[in-house]
Nanobody, 122 residues
């Protein structure tokens, strides 16, 4: 059973940066599709972007240009670097994983972390 644990969340002001990490219990980043998602209070969970097993990234329009997904396969760690944060970026941030080379926010992800809270104040 793969376990994912996010960290790096916190409370920041508008315009600040944060870098989230997601550590996997298994060596999966080289063979799994990984994704970042977020859920604001009272809203449905929404995709931020994905990274394929071979390192190709894709982002939703809402964060493109401000957020960057990367990973370190050897450290079993997925990252989300967030710049120029806005109050509307507040929410719980989740990492997720699904087996295989097919990678899209529209696919079903098998494993999810418990999430880390990000709060951006104006």
């Amino acid at each position: 059973q793969v376990q994912l644990v996010e960290s790096g969340g916190g409370s920041v002001q508008t315009g600040a940066s944060l870098k989230l990490s997601c550590v996997s219990s298994h060596l999966i980043l080289g063979i799994y599709c990984m994704g970042w998602f977020r859920q604001a209070t009272g809203k449905e969970r929404a995709a931020i972007g994905t990274i394929t097993n071979d390192g190709r990234t894709a982002y939703t329009d809402s964060t493109k240009g401000r957020f960057t997904i990367s990973k370190d396969n050897g450290k079993n760690t997925l990252y989300l670097e967030m710049n120029d944060l806005k109050p509307e970026d507040s929410g719980i941030y989740y990492c997720a994983a699904r087996y295989g080379s097919r990678c899209s926010q529209d696919l079903v992800f098998t494993y999810w972390g418990p999430g880390t809270q990000v709060t951006v104040s104006s």
